[in-house]
Nanobody, 116 residues
Framework: QVQLVESGGGLVQPGGSLRLSCDAS????????MRWYRQAPGKERELVAT????????NYADSVKGRFTISRDNAKNTVYLQMNSLKLEDTAVYYC?????????WGQGTQVTVSS
């Protein structure tokens, strides 16, 4: 079965950096686009970044452009989100996502808290 396991969240000061990882299993990882979403308290879940199966096309939400970088290692079945210049408003639970055979799969999420 499809499993997505995020890690790398934590508490960081404004301006700091974190690197999130999402380990995938149960499907042919290298054949599917992957996404990162986030959900802040009291807000809807929002799309942060998308990467195609081969990494050839990447898109970001305007709010994170120039600060976040999505990447993937198909040999390790892992997708990453490098987050730099973190702001207070980046505080959220971050989720890994894949659309596989017309079904949506989410990880359990990892908490990112930006606070001074």
């Amino acid at each position: 079965q499809v499993q997505l396991v995020e890690s790398g969240g934590g508490l960081v000061q404004p301006g700091g950096s974190l690197r999130l990882s999402c380990d995938a299993s149960g499907f042919s990882f290298s054949r599917y686009a992957m996404r990162w979403y986030r959900q802040a308290p009291g807000k809807e879940r929002e799309l942060v970044a998308t990467i195609t199966s081969d990494g050839g096309s990447i898109n970001y939400a305007d709010s994170v452009k120039g600060r976040f970088t999505i990447s993937r290692d198909n040999a390790k079945n892992t997708v990453y989100l490098q987050m730099n210049s973190l702001k207070l408003e980046d505080t959220a639970v971050y989720y890994c996502y894949v659309r596989y055979y017309l079904s949506d799969y989410w990880g359990q999420g990892t908490q990112v808290t930006v606070s001074s």
